[in-house]
């Protein structure tokens, strides 16, 4: 009897193991012993990772963190899956144990990223600050899936030194085991399928002239034109980047302009029959911006291409689409878009492609084209022989982010995938913060104090020139490439570059104590530099006298509100800092203390995907009524830092019963962003909702317009005052 209940037992465990077989490796038990990690995992950021035989909480083997760092570094040891599951929610437990962690934290991580490579959903422990030494843990995160996740990335990380270990993570969706879980079925698309120019786009370009750059233009625009109203190419049968360099050999040989409009108009037939469109409305007569087609009437097009092209438009494609639709939070965002990274210098077919790719989603899409000071529609013809002929990758990437900086969005970025212009500018910093006051380059602080003897300068001595070259020079000859919104904030990105440099030392002319220097001064890494405070571990909240509290937004968290409340409810005036980016958004939780009713402060104006380049208004958000109002004065700071976020909280303030908001023009950058790719691995992004106060006035390019102008002054930074502070305190007692 004993033997056969042993058998049973034995093939029921041999049932169960087979049936809950991995998929995955995320116990950590997998692993060669000639490699440095487990198998599957790999190294995410600078610290050293490897595979830990001695400690494991469970099995054999764990995963180990080594970091001697002490700033603005962080290291992983990630795993990626595809995130081919459905459900609603999603949760990593894991073991951790950590021994010495300093400056910094250690915690598990989970990241859902979408297609395009856009963070969806993210969690890495940080607000939980486990640090120190502490035996081995369970821990535990949870996210909401995404619909539209593409990948999920599951990591063991710290920051600052320290070292940690990782075992047995168990990664579930909607409370089921993800290496037992069925895998869903996704659609297979044409246009996926196609990769005939994978390796090139095999395109020879005639010497560009006028003719010739005139039909390009017009080529770029029908082809935007149909990738976003076509009902074929919206249902993802077609490759359109690939279909553009099928057709471009056979454009370039039309030689009249009713060549020209024949081939387009035989390219157009042979996608497909349009069929009525019995769902397709007209243009709302209260859109705030309609579609912009006057570009049918600037090529001196035959009437058969026009009326073609009428005919697509009036029975355009409805719903989201294969290259545009909405992203987890239910906002418009591009698909299906390939950045093609493994060109780093595309070749001119691919650089013509992004600079199609670019003009039509902002034609389309950009909610503030209006505002920018060209002509958009004259944009295209400009660029096309600038990107055809850039001479090499650092060439092609400034020539785009000229491009970028003529929508004049402080929204836009350039951090990912322009290698080139990182290498120019180089990974070395001075050890001090400067900063454009009064016109002047001024040093306004240092990041490590012991680093100050070295740097020769101090708090309000200004810098005229670098390398020989006067501060004015080096400005006039960089704006262009560093695209903004207003002035204001164009300086403020310059003046975190102006100093930067491939080199370790720079020589600079700067006045000081009213006397001309000249030194030559050591740059440094960022990572060797206190640039960004990342672990900042002191309150938000302060009394600055008995009757003032001061609330910065820069290390805000959600539990801080009601002590805030609390402890300043008695005071005669709070102000609040978002010279920054709030930490935590606040504009209900902590904006209702200031209101004594429901209070509008904002109207947005979003795209119509069923119409592309029609934007409406639509309701904004309301302040909520509190259960208790403060009573006495609410001060704002703001500045040229306070961008998008910020100054959406700004206008949450602005609604409360006694308001001040005080300082600088704002970055005049607000609401969410779309993401753009683009050929080369390019990365960027531009505003894509409109962001106006309830009776549509603009805050986009103007900023938050504070109700009293204070700059900081080149005596103030000297005498090591806050001169924003100081007026705010003055408005509090008056």
Not at 247 to 266: M, Q, S, V
Not at 335 to 360: C, Q, T, V
Not at 481 to 495: G, H, M
Request: hydrophobic fraction near 35%; include cysteine.
């Amino acid at each position: 009897m004993k033997q056969t209940i042993l058998i049973i037992l034995s093939l029921l465990w041999i049932s169960c193991y087979s049936q809950t077989k991995k998929k995955f490796n995320l116990d950590f038990e997998e692993y060669n012993e000639n490699n440095e990690l487990p198998k599957g995992w790999f190294k995410w950021g600078d610290y050293e990772v490897e595979v830990d035989t001695v400690h494991a909480k469970l099995g054999k083997a764990s995963g180990k963190i080594i970091s001697k760092k002490t700033h603005n570094s962080f290291g992983g040891i990630a795993y990626s899956i595809p995130a081919n599951y459905e459900g609603k929610s999603i949760r990593l437990e894991g073991f951790m144990k950590i021994e010495n962690i300093q400056n910094g934290f250690s915690g598990l991580l989970l990241r859902i990223d979408d297609k395009n490579n856009q963070v969806l959903a993210f969690e890495n422990m940080q607000s939980q600050k486990i640090h120190g030494t502490k035996d081995w843990q369970k821990y535990s995160i949870s996210l909401p899936y995404p619909k539209s996740a593409e990948t999920i990335f599951v990591a063991g990380l710290i920051t600052g030194s320290g070292e940690a270990w990782f075992d047995n993570f168990v990664l579930t969706i909607d409370g089921k085991d993800i290496q037992t879980l069925k895998e869903k079925e996704k659609p297979i698309f044409n246009a996926n399928l196609d990769k005939e120019f994978d390796l090139g786009s095999k395109i020879e370009f005639p010497e560009l002239n006028n003719n010739i750059i005139v039909n390009l233009d017009l080529l770029g625009k029908v082809w935007g034109f149909l990738k976003y109203h076509h009902p074929e190419i919206a249902k993802g049968n077609y490759n359109w980047d690939y279909e553009l360099f099928r057709f471009l050999p056979i454009y370039l040989e039309g030689k009249t302009t009713l060549e020209r409009d024949n081939l387009l108009l035989e390219w157009i037939k042979k996608i497909g029959v349009i069929e009525k469109c019995l769902q397709c409305e007209s243009t709302d007569e209260e859109a705030f911006i309609k579609p912009d087609m006057s570009w049918f009437d600037s090529f001196n097009i035959s009437l058969k291409l026009k009326n073609e092209l009428k005919n697509i438009y009036q029975n355009r494609r409805q719903g989201e689409s294969f290259y545009i639709g909405y992203n987890n939070s239910n906002r418009l965002a591009f698909l299906n878009e390939n950045r093609y990274i493994m060109m780093s210098y595309p070749d001119k077919g691919f650089r013509l492609l992004g600079l199609y790719r670019y003009w039509n989603m902002i034609h389309y899409f950009f909610p503030y084209k209006y505002l920018i000071d060209k002509n958009w529609n004259d944009i295209l013809r400009e660029y096309i022989p600038k990107i055809i002929n850039a001479k090499n990758e650092l060439e092609y990437e400034l020539t785009f982010i000229r491009l970028m900086g003529d929508i004049n969005d402080t929204h836009v970025s350039y951090s990912i995938g322009f290698n080139k212009v990182n290498d120019k500018r180089g990974v070395f910093f001075p050890s001090f913060r400067v900063k454009f006051i009064e016109d002047k380059l001024v040093v306004t602080d240092h990041y490590n104090p012991e680093l100050k003897n070295a740097s020769k300068v101090e708090s309000g001595d200004i810098i005229t020139s670098i390398n020989k070259k006067s501060v004015e020079s080096i400005l006039d000859s960089i704006k262009p490439y560093y695209p903004a919104s207003n002035e204001t904030t164009r300086l403020r990105d310059i003046s975190r570059d102006i100093l930067r440099s491939p080199k370790k030392e720079i020589t600079i002319e700067f006045i000081s104590a009213g006397k001309k220097e000249e030194h030559s001064i050591p740059l440094y890494k960022k990572d060797s530099l206190n640039m960004y405070w990342h672990n900042w571990e002191g309150k938000s909240y302060k009394f600055l006298k008995n009757d003032v509290g001061y609330v910065t937004l820069k290390f805000i968290k959600k539990e801080d509100i009601p002590i805030i409340k609390e402890t300043f409810k008695n005071t005669k005036g709070i102000i609040i800092d978002i010279r920054n980016y709030p930490s935590t958004f606040v504009p209900f939780l902590l904006g209702s203390y200031f209101v004594s009713d429901n209070t509008p402060f904002v109207k947005f104006s979003t795209g119509n995907i069923n119409n592309p380049g029609e934007f409406i208004f639509k309701n904004g958000d309301e302040i909520p009524k509190p259960t208790k109002t403060y009573k006495g004065k609410l001060v704002v700071l703001v500045n040229e830092f306070s961008q998008s976020q910020s100054e959406f909280t700004a206008m949450a303030f602005r609604a409360g019963n006694n308001t001040t908001i005080i300082g600088s023009t704002t970055a005049g950058a607000d609401g969410n962003v779309m993401t753009i790719l683009l050929p080369g691995g390019l990365r960027t992004r531009f505003s894509g909702m409109g962001v106006y106060y309830p009776d549509g006035t603009e805050t986009q390019r103007v900023g938050i317009v504070p109700d009293i102008e204070i700059k900081p002054t080149v005596k103030g930074v000297k005498e090591g005052k806050d001169e924003l502070l100081e007026k705010a305190i003055e408005i509090i007692n008056e």
